[in-house]
Structures are given as C-alpha cells and as structure tokens.
C-alpha cells in the first residue's frame, strides 16, 4: 500500500498571530513553525499502516524552501520520504491542483490530509484533491482501517459519528481520532540523523489559476473588561445573561 | 441566475441553519438583483422557507438519497446550480455542507470561502469576510471565479423572517453508481442531546473539575438551559470525555450565543475555538485564570459551590419566566 500524507506547514497553537505589509501577510517574525494538528494525527496514523500492514508512506507539502524543516520533522517521525511542491500555497484550489499532480504521478492508494490546517482554515483541500483524482473521500475522519483494497472509515457528525466502507484509492480528511495525542511521536535523535539521509524531491509547480485570494486580514476587536459576579449572589447572573447580555 | 441556497434537513425537517442560510441568501440576492431558488433533499413541507425569503423550492424526493451522501448531494446541488444557471451558492458549515462543498467546488469550478461571517462586502469584485487563523483574525478574501459558493458560519447571521411564498418545483437529478461508491454502514448519534454545531447555548467543562465523576452538575446546567456540553482538550486527551465534544483549534469550534466555560483556565487555543461564541462566562476558582480577560461575565469560585447555585437560580428564572 502506497500512502501520501499531505503536510502544511503552519504557526505553533500558541502563536500570537500579527499582520504585516499593511496587513496583508501574516508575519512570520517569532513564529515557529509546526506540522498542522490535523496533519500530525494523519501522519501517527500513516506510521501504523507502515509498521503494521507494510505501508510505503510519503509526505508532500506545497510551499517555499522555508518549509523544509517540517519536512524533515516528518521525516525524522518515520516517513520514507518527502516531496515539496516549491511554489507559495496561495489557495485552497491551487494547492489542490498541485497535490492532484503529485498524487496521480506517485500512484498513491490512500492520501491523509488534515481536515484543514489551522491557519488558513480553508478546510477544502482534502475534498477538492479527492474531486480532482476521482478518487472517493471521506471528511473529518476519525478512524481508518484497510482490507485489501477496502477501507472502512468512521468520520465525525454533527453530535455523533458515522462509520462507512468504500474501496481505494481514497482521500481522507482526518483529524484528532484518527491516533490520539498520546499517540504523537517526538522525533528521537536516530529519526533525527536518518532523516537527514533520506530523499527530499523538490518538484516544480503545475500552472493553475488560483481562485480565491486573501486581500486583508484584522484581528478581532479588543474585548472590553469582564463584568464579575460575586459567587454569593449567582442570581445577579442569571439576571444580567436575561436583561442585559439578552442570551437567555 | 438566482442565488442558489442548499437548505438541509434531518428526517424530513429543516435544520435551524437551513433558514439561517436561505436569510443570508435572500439578501446577496438583494445585493444582486435576483431571487432565491433552494434545493430540499426529502424534506416533508418545503413552504416554511418562504418565510425566510426563498423564492422557489427545488424539491428532490429520493430514497437513494435519504442517508446523507456527499458524491450524491454534491452531484444533485450541481445539477441544481446548472438548471438555475447560478452565480453564487450558499450552504451552512455543518459537517455534511463541509463534506460535500469542496467536491461540489470543483465540478462547478467555483472558488470557495468557507466560515464566512458577514455579508459580501462588495460583488463586483466579490468579496467576503471570513475567519482565519482558527477565529484569532478576520480574512476579508476576494472569489474571483464566476461562480462563487460561500460557506456561512453557524449563527454568524442570524434568522431574517420575510413574507413571500415558495414556489415548489419537484427536481429528479440523475444519479449514477458511481455516487454511491461509499456505504454508509453505521450512525451513531444521541438523539435526545443537542449537538454542539446546532446549539444555541453551550456549557463546557475543564479540568478544574477534577475527574468524570463530577460531569454530573455540567450536564445538569446543560439541561436546564437546553445546552449542549463540551469539554477542554485535556479533559478530553485524559479520556473523562469523549473527543466529540473537544472544542478549540484542534477540536470543534464553537459559535453558539452563550458559551458557558466551568473550570477552564483558557489557553490560547480554546479562547481560539470559542471565540465566535455571542457571550462567555467563566466560573474558575484562579483569579488570574487567563479566560477572565476574554469572558464577559465571569465569578471567581469553586465551581463545585457556584455551579449546583447557579443550576437552582435557572430553574426559578425558568418557573418565573415559564
């Protein structure tokens, strides 16, 4: 079994997230960089696959030079090799289309992606690549197993879950289920060193046209103070969430 | 060229979202100087979005489709589109519209904002204002597609009552076997527990409530107030609950009126989920418990004293209001 894992490349959860060049680009200053939460789950998942059923797993990631190191991060998790896609991941679509060339190149019989990444919040890259390589897919993916060529995939629902079956290829939008976060590995200092040695493939970009754009990004309005409420007088809230915030 | 709207239904009734997003249609509608045309899977009585200003009803009856299937929605919404020759469609952010979209993006070769959150801020260029950075920034982002499907956050618009009728029109969009490529086999949902997408109100639970055992209060709080319960993420990593009900960066976003945060100190990555939330409250113990910077109301106390309190005060404003 052939298995990508499509990795982005985005700030730590921790970020202070601040705009730069008259708030068009996100500025990166300070920020480190991680694999994307959802990709991670998608990546232990993949791991398993290898140990357990003998998977080939490969991870991509559509992005400058910049993003190598988390590349490399996957690598040094167990990853056999990885593919950069260099060119600047502008939208959803357009990373899609770049995907959709390295999926069909590579003759992959699973693909996990993350059900979005945590930056731009898109949530359509998994959809769109399944879509461009007629492959089947399921969204929001909290369990996987393969049989052959079957595969059975349980995917979250508003208030519950949903399990299926489908044949391969598949593309699978995952998320935390999919491993739990006890599950994550850290890279030990052997993955390290064999990360190093292993294929990094630069590829250059498909043409495509892009069709969405980001033009401006604002951070939230400031809050104003919390209105507290003394713990002897719990009433005075139920008063205020009535009359004043209007919520019940 | 109306404004497409797909309303969703769950055994044979509308979902609250659905009228959310035929209220957000009609007005691009305005913007734009056309109608609405929605298109209903096997709902019983399609005439109650007339009063959220859809002009015409595309009404698909079908057994086939009577288990939510993304290939085959997607395939029947194109359809849709085709016929009513749209430029712009709308759907909710649910997890099936989040499912189906993206495949439903590329067979029409429209451009995709999800989580958007206001009104198109101009059409001609069309853009649209949406989260980013998981509710940390706001995206104003520019579908420079000719057709244009916007995702709509959940309760990020609002119900807008119109008086008009809809017109009903059956619709029978072909469907191959190659739609049903995937076979759903097992649904698994409470039915009798509000779902945290659909909720008006959300209570959630955190560490500081120190073991499983004492969820008790909190699903107590959440009935009474006709709530749905959430939790942290570690209480949810811990296993005390299950990751269904994790919300934040990682978990689910929330973006009910009220969202209601017990023991839960508020790291960066949960205020980051619950941000779309109308109005928080936060009831912690820890003074300087970083969730009080973001909260409107908030107590400092035991949770385990103001809690069981404040559950007895909404029961007698429930009685007095009843």
Redesign the interface.
Known sequence: MKILVCISHV?D??S??N?TEGDTK?DTNGVQFVIN??DEFGLTRAMWFKEKQGASVDVVNVGGPETEPTLRKALAIGADSAIRVNTEAT???YV?KQLAKVVQDGGYDLVIAGRES???????????L???TGA?????C?GIEIDGDTA?AI?????????????LPLVVGG???LV???DLRIPNMRGIMMARKKPLNVIEPVETT???????????AP??D??????DD??Q??T???NE?K?? | MSVLVYTESEEGKFKKAAFEVASYAKEVANMLGTTVTAVSINASDSSELGNYGVDKVLEIKNDKLSTFNAKAYAGALQQAAEKEGAKVVVVSSSANSKFLVPLLAVHLHAGYASNVVALPESTAPFTVRRTAFTNKAFSKTEISTEIKIIGLSNNAFGLKEASGAAMAEGFDPSLSDADFALTVTAVDKATDKVSIADAEIVVSGGRGLKGPENWGMIEELADVLGAATACSKPVSDMGWRPHGEHVGQTGKPVASNLYIAVGISGAIQHLAGINSSKVKVVINNDPEAPFFKAADYGIIGDAFEVVPQLIEKLKEFKTNNA
């Not at chain 1, 892009?210 to 939230?220: D, L, R, S, Y």
């Not at chain 1, 919390?226 to 713990?231: H, K, M, Y």
């Open positions: 700030p959860t921790t202070k997230i705009f996100f939460p959802n939208d959803g679509f899609a945590i930056d731009y919040n898109g949530g359509m890259v998994p959809g769109m399944a879509a461009l089947n897919f399921v969204n929001t909290i059975t995917r979250e629902i508003d208030g519950g879950k949903e399990t299926s079956t489908t044949k998320q935390k289920g739990e976060e006890s892009q069709e969405t754009k980001a033009i401006k990004f604002e951070k939230p809050k104003g919390v209105t507290l409420i003394s713990p719990v009433g809230l139920v205020l969430l009535h915030a919520a019940i």
